[in-house]
């Protein structure tokens, strides 16, 4: 006859302890880490431990089960969160990790992968080219390919399960003169914050699901 201790410690046992995942983010103008503690408040929905760090001050990811990093592009993706992924591509080769890159322009050219990694685009961020099969400079310089292409060159052969590409938010106040022309011409953004709740949020609902291959259904 089983004992009601003998139960209990079974149920322990059987109960999964939550799965750990570390939110690294970089910035430049302050409108990332709301994104990175967006994704983190829905990681904690689905039944996750989740902690955000800054890429500068992130320490170590031992301990943890999965590592999200994220972003955003100025003038390629955040020097910080490139440098962390850089230099704990060991460590991270280790654990699942996922990206996301926050940006101003991104042009949608069909791709739903980036050298396989899967990507995922907001809708409020993707353009689709004006003329299909001929692309602008900027069209060009904006696609999937480009941004998320040159990252997973330099982290190589680290390998996210997935890459998220998110609108970002734009304050000409807080940028000096050549930042502002780089985004006016260049990248021909628009200013204001473009940044799109619902998109973060159900991208990081599936991540439980891309991380670690469960599907786990929101608690709240
Ligand atoms: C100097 C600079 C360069 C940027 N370069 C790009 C770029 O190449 N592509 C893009 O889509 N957005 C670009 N952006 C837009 C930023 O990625 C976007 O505004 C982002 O949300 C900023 O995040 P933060 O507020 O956390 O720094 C750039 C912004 C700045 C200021």
Known sequence: MKTEAGTAMESAATVASPRRVLVVYATKYGSTPKV?????????????????????????????DAVVVGGPMIFGWHKDALKYVKARRDALAAVPVAYFITA???????????????ISKDSWLVKKPRREGKLTFREN??????????????????RPR??????????LTKMNILEKLFVMLVIGASPGDGRHWDAVR????????????EERAATR
């Open 36 to 64: 990175a503690e967006t994704i983190a408040e829905e990681l904690r929905a689905t039944g996750c431990e989740a902690e955000v760090r800054t890429a500068g001050d992130a320490g170590t990811t031992a301990g943890f």
């Open 104 to 118: 101003a322009s991104l042009t949608d050219d069909g791709s739903d992968a980036v050298d396989g990694v899967p």
């Open 141 to 158: 310089y904006a696609r999937p390919m480009n941004y998320l292409g040159d990252v997973l060159c330099a982290t190589k052969p680290l």
């Open 162 to 171: 997935q890459a998220a590409f998110f609108a970002g938010a734009l304050d």
């Open 202 to 213: 159900e991208w990081a609902r599936g991540l439980p699901g891309a991380l670690f291959g």
